[in-house]
């Protein structure tokens, strides 16, 4: 899942940053290699945001879609009823 995902992402996150924050020398090349890494697991911690607010979204349209049409058949309902009630 997306949320599993992030949380191992922000662990990695974490974990890299200790290691890059106590480094004396952030110049050599596995300390540039390390921020590099840092870096795309942040990017990638985003992208999984960015998709589960797309879902969110989705979902929410989905059920405003169906909100309409239970409001619309209540509508057709009471209309039903009332016509009913006006006959007898």
């Not at 697991?41 to 169906?66: F, I």
């Amino acid at each position: 899942s997306l949320d599993t995902k992030v949380h191992d992402l922000k662990e990695k996150i974490n974990s890299d940053c200790s290691t890059y924050s106590s480094a004396k020398n952030k110049s050599n090349p596995e300390m540039v290699d390390l921020k590099k890494s840092i870096d795309e697991s942040q990017k990638r911690c985003l992208e999984c945001s960015d998709e589960k607010v797309s879902a969110a979204q989705m979902c929410l349209e989905l059920v405003a879609g169906r909100l309409k049409q239970l409001d619309d058949d209540i509508s057709n309902i009471d209309e039903f009823m009332a016509t009913s009630q006006a006959q007898q």
